[in-house]
């Protein structure tokens, strides 16, 4: 067998081919919606509510009905907890995140402990990339094409809220409302990446890819464009090893996307920290001559 021949081996296999299109979908919804969190600085409001969803899952299952409506209902219902902690009392908006995200979380541990279920529910918690179904593939796309267009269309407006709230609403828009519609966006992509990466990893394909865009441009529409591309690139380098290492397929699509950050946080060329050492050593041996 040749290396070519090896290498096109996991494309073969009809399991691996919808890992591949679930992952990649996730994973380039989640890398797009990132870019808005990076810059707002909602990293903490995307661990809240890709957390908060897992006992709507549970829920879900339970009662028979699809499990991206019962994990919709709890994120958007973790989003009104938060903001009603925080403008009800004397709490700011980190510590508001951490109770309703731990408590609805341990709420979910608690019903997968409790509930009987011909599903094994623990894949919530990790994914199941490699049991993903047609319909399961269905769904994930329709999601991901929904929370994609709803961020396309309003992008000018979300971009212009993520920079300058103030100015955003001086000219006639409204700021709450564009936050309440970035955040259920949010809870719907956290549904799109929970039957790929599972509850616990879901954070970090929602955070890493917006940022090492950052470090790579200053311009937002760039950011748009590299962060699901790295997103998209990490998703099949992730599900390949996995095959060919047996591991864990979405601890090694975020372990990608984290070694990608890893070497543009070192070798940018702009922000890395290698480029700037040697600027500065040579601004250094400048001014000694």
């Given at each position: 067998?040749?290396?070519?021949?090896?290498?096109?081996?996991?494309?073969?296999?009809?399991?691996?081919l919808r890992a591949y299109g679930a992952t990649i979908l996730a994973a380039v919804v989640c890398a797009l919606l990132s870019c808005w969190l990076v810059l707002i600085g909602w990293s903490l409001m995307g661990d809240a509510v890709s957390h908060a969803v897992l006992p709507g899952v549970v829920l879900a299952y339970f009662f028979g009905v699809p499990f991206a409506l019962g994990a919709l209902v709890f994120g958007l219902l973790a989003v009104a907890l938060i903001g009603a902690i925080r403008d009800t009392s004397r709490l700011k908006e980190d510590a508001a995140i951490g109770i309703v995200f731990t408590t609805l979380f341990a709420l979910g541990l608690v019903?997968?402990?409790?509930?009987?279920?011909?599903?094994?529910?623990?894949?919530?918690?990790?994914?199941?990339?490699?049991?993903?179904?047609?319909?399961?593939?269905?769904?994930?796309?329709?999601?991901?094409?929904?929370?994609?267009?709803?961020?396309?269309?309003?992008?000018?407006d979300l971009t212009l809220f993520a920079f300058d709230p103030a100015h955003a609403f001086a000219i006639g828009l409204r700021p709450k409302l564009l936050s309440a519609l970035l955040l259920g966006v949010l809870a719907l992509t956290s549904v799109v990446a929970l039957?790929?990466?599972g509850v616990v990893l879901v954070v970090a394909m929602l955070i890493i890819p917006g940022a090492t865009a950052y470090l790579l441009t200053d311009r937002f529409g760039r950011m748009l464009w590299i962060a699901p591309l790295l997103g998209a690139v990490a998703a099949v380098v992730g599900i390949t090893l996995s095959y060919y290492l047996d591991a864990a397929s979405g601890a090694l699509v975020v372990l990608t996307q984290g070694a990608i950050f890893a070497i543009v946080y070192l070798f940018s060329p702009t922000q890395g920290i290698v480029p700037r050492l040697l600027t500065r050593n040579r601004r250094g041996v400048s001014a000694v001559h």
């Open positions: 067998m040749s290396w070519v021949d090896a290498l096109l081996e996991p494309f073969q296999f009809e399991f691996m019903l997968v402990s409790i509930i009987p279920s011909q599903t094994d529910l623990g894949h919530i918690i990790f994914g199941n990339i490699l049991g993903v179904s047609d319909a399961d593939l269905l769904q994930i796309a329709i999601l991901a094409v929904v929370a994609i267009a709803v961020l396309l269309i309003k992008r000018r039957q790929v990466i």
